[in-house]
Structures are given as structure tokens and as C-alpha cells.
T-cell receptor, first 116, second 115 residues
Framework: ETGVTQTPRHLVMGMTNKKSLKCEQHLGHNAMYWYKQSAKKPLELMFVYNFKEQTENNSVPSRFSPECPNSSHLFLHLHTLQPEDSALYLC???????????????FGPGTRLLVL | AQSVTQLGSHVSVSEGALVLLRCNYSSSVPPYLFWYVQYPNQGLQLLLKYTSAATLVKGINGFEAEFKKSETSFHLTKPSAHMSDAAEYFCAVSDRRTGFQKLVFGTGTRLLVSP
């Protein structure tokens, strides 16, 4: 595998379910990001991790719980979601968060989530 | 806070025609600027970025963008559209003052290419 991979690609869950999204990067990067992409809205940055440490939580509801066990893996644990949480969830990585702001972020293909 | 505006949620062109996608930023200090493309069922891919070297930036697939400080713009162009260019295009900014990698995206422009 190369680049940034995400599993599953599609997920349907009820509001009482618990599920997890997985992201893995094979680029040797140290920073990882979760974004939410909803129709007709800009990409929303949710969480940022740098060297496994969370550096940003963009006022995300607690029903979304991120986990970064190492620099290559990032999870998003989901529980008691709402229908408005249905969206495409994108993972990205970059060399570092503190690289000056000009670094390229590399994106995975996303997980399409539908909450019923 | 920095922001970016993309004029036109949809742009339609014929194959072979000029492609022009507009992006304006709001910042007192020129930011780093990026254009990403998203093909159906895929993640975002970097087309090009401006990091304060040359103001005319060339990217992949024949795209280029010109940074114009006086107009606070970073419009994306391609001389001749191809059917494979049909996708959604996102402009993004990153604040060079903070030193942190944090992108703020526009709402995107969907490019439609007709034969």
C-alpha cells in the first residue's frame, strides 16, 4: 500500500451504534488530520495530531473520539451519532504540523458515513 | 482569521476551452495558497501551491495559477480543458505567520466539461 489509506470506504450506522474509522499513512509523515466534508460546506478540520500528540480539537462534539497510537495510524471512534453527522470523513497527513505552513497535505480517499 | 472565497460553485466549459476557476483570499499578510482537486470517490490531490517564490505557479495536468497580491487572488487556469479535468477544485490558504500547518478551504468549484 502506498500513500494514505482509509477503511472502511463506506459505513452505515444507527444512532446507537459504536464504530471506528481507520486511517494509515505510508509516507513517513509525523502529522495526521481528520476532516469532515459535508455537501455545500467547506472542508472542516476536526483534529490534528503531531508526533502522536493532539495539537488541535476544532470544537468537535465528544461523540467523535480520535486516537493516534503512532505516527502512521489514526482512528476516529464514533458513538451515538446524529443524522447530521453523515458526511465524507477524510484523513490526511503531512511531514509535520510545525513545518511553517507550506507543506503539502496528502489525503486518503475518505469514508462515506451515513447515520440512520 | 484567514478565509478564502471561490466564486462559482459550478463552472461549465467545452472540451478544448479555457478553464478559469477563481479564488480570492482574505488576509493582511499574503498566505500560502493551494489548489487541490477531488475526483469522484477519491480524496483531495494537490495541483499546485504558492509559497512566495515565483508568482506564476505551474502544477500537474497542465494547470497553473498566478498570485496577485493587489487583487488578493490566486485564480487557477488551464489553456485547454480535457474531459478528464471534470472534478471538484478546492482553493485553500495557510497562515505563514503562525508556522503551523493548518489549511482553511473554500467551498469548492465543480468543473463540468462537455464534449
Amino acid at each position: 500500500e502506498t500513500g494514505v489509506t482509509q477503511t472502511p470506504r463506506h459505513l452505515v450506522m444507527g444512532m446507537t451504534n459504536k464504530k471506528s474509522l481507520k486511517c494509515e499513512q505510508h509516507l513517513g509523515h509525523n502529522a495526521m488530520y481528520w476532516y469532515k466534508q459535508s455537501a455545500k460546506k467547506p472542508l472542516e478540520l476536526m483534529f490534528v495530531y503531531n508526533f502522536k500528540e493532539q495539537t488541535e480539537n476544532n470544537s468537535v462534539p465528544s461523540r467523535f473520539s480520535p486516537e493516534c497510537p503512532n505516527s502512521s495510524h489514526l482512528f476516529l471512534h464514533l458513538h451515538t451519532l446524529q443524522p447530521e453527522d453523515s458526511a465524507l470523513y477524510l484523513c490526511a497527513s503531512s511531514l509535520s504540523v510545525t513545518g511553517g505552513g507550506a507543506e503539502t497535505q496528502y489525503f486518503g480517499p475518505g469514508t462515506r458515513l451515513l447515520v440512520l | 482569521a484567514q478565509s478564502v472565497t471561490q466564486l462559482g460553485s459550478h463552472v461549465s466549459v467545452s472540451e478544448g476551452a479555457l478553464v478559469l476557476l477563481r479564488c480570492n483570499y482574505s488576509s493582511s499578510v499574503p498566505p500560502y495558497l493551494f489548489w487541490y482537486v477531488q475526483y469522484p470517490n477519491q480524496g483531495l490531490q494537490l495541483l499546485l501551491k504558492y509559497t512566495s517564490a515565483a508568482t506564476l505557479v505551474k502544477g500537474i495536468n497542465g494547470f497553473e495559477a498566478e498570485f496577485k497580491k493587489s487583487e488578493t487572488s490566486f485564480h487557477l487556469t488551464k489553456p485547454s480543458a480535457h474531459m478528464s479535468d471534470a472534478a471538484e477544485y478546492f482553493c485553500a490558504v495557510s497562515d505563514r505567520r503562525t508556522g503551523f500547518q493548518k489549511l482553511v478551504f473554500g467551498t469548492g468549484t465543480r468543473l463540468l466539461v462537455s464534449p
